[in-house]
């Protein structure tokens, strides 16, 4: 998951409330990205757009969820979903098909290393898009 873990300026101060598209497994910290009007997990080389503040088995489509904005001056932490002994500062890493933890790829990354705790999987790793 993608949880706000430092800010350069103000946080933000409210959720916004966004279309999600259906049957999606949506958990806090999941990101999303919009996709043909609705918001979907971003996974991949897809920027995050904004990060889920909802947990939901199965979405229906259309239906409102809370969101946070993606920041350009907000840190995130996740994990590793995989070892990365390569793993290097400023380097940018894809995000892994549920839209929770950053991969070990960095071909078209999205997702900035600006500090990490491990190489394992599971190891904490703050990011920024």
């Not at 999600?20 to 958990?27: D, H, P």
């Not at 889920?52 to 409102?64: H, L, N, P, R, Y």
């Not at 969820?65 to 940018?92: C, F, M, N, P, Q």
């Amino acid at each position: 998951m993608f949880l706000p873990y430092s800010y350069d300026k103000a946080k933000p101060d409210h959720f916004e409330y966004k279309p999600v598209a259906g049957s999606l497994s949506i958990k806090v910290g999941t990101a999303l990205a919009f996709s043909s009007g609705k918001l979907t997990i971003a996974s991949g080389t897809t920027k995050p757009e904004y990060i889920s503040m909802t947990e939901i088995a199965s979405t229906v489509a259309g239906e409102d969820i809370a969101v946070i904005r993606v920041g350009d001056d907000t840190v995130y932490e996740t994990e590793l979903s995989v070892a990365s002994s390569g793993i290097a500062l400023g380097a940018k890493y894809t995000i892994d098909a549920n839209g929770e933890k950053i991969t070990a790829t960095t071909t078209s990354g999205v997702a900035e290393v600006v500090s990490y705790d491990g190489t394992t999987a599971g190891s904490k790793v703050r990011v920024r898009f």
